[in-house]
């Protein structure tokens, strides 16, 4: 019983943390909070990468999935320290350089809706 009851919990939680991200992403993300686009860059880089290592290893890629896996990977290694450059100065009470808050605004909006 405890752990049906345990489990309904995380479910719930799950799906209003879930909507919540989503809703996110719709607004304005100029007006998001510096710490909360970069945890949300960061979920988004996180997500990605696991997709990439799982059909890395998928047999039998055409070519154009091939390709596609290649600049995923590109975009990847571009991104990354982007992030961790704006989550460092958000963490430690700073504004974050433009270039950085553009890049993981542009990484948002084409990666999060991406399937």
């Known amino acids: 019983m405890k752990t049906i009851r345990a489990t309904s919990i995380l479910f719930i939680m799950a799906l209003i943390f ?11 993300l100029s007006k998001m909070d510096s710490k909360d686009i970069g945890a949300l860059a960061m979920t988004i880089y996180n997500k990605r990468y696991a997709e990439h290592l799982n059909r890395a290893e998928l047999p039998n ?3 154009a999935e091939k390709q ?3 600049d995923l990977k590109g975009v990847l ?3 990354y320290p982007h992030i961790k450059s704006y989550n460092t100065v958000t963490d ?8 950085d808050r553009q890049a993981l605004m ?9 399937e």
Do not use: E
């Open 18 to 28: 879930g909507g919540g991200l989503c809703a996110t992403v719709n607004v304005d």
């Open 61 to 63: 890629l055409s070519n």
């Open 68 to 70: 596609d896996l290649q």
């Open 77 to 79: 290694i571009d991104i």
């Open 92 to 99: 430690n009470g700073f504004d974050p350089s433009a270039a």
């Open 106 to 114: 542009n990484f948002i909006r084409n990666y999060y809706y991406r």
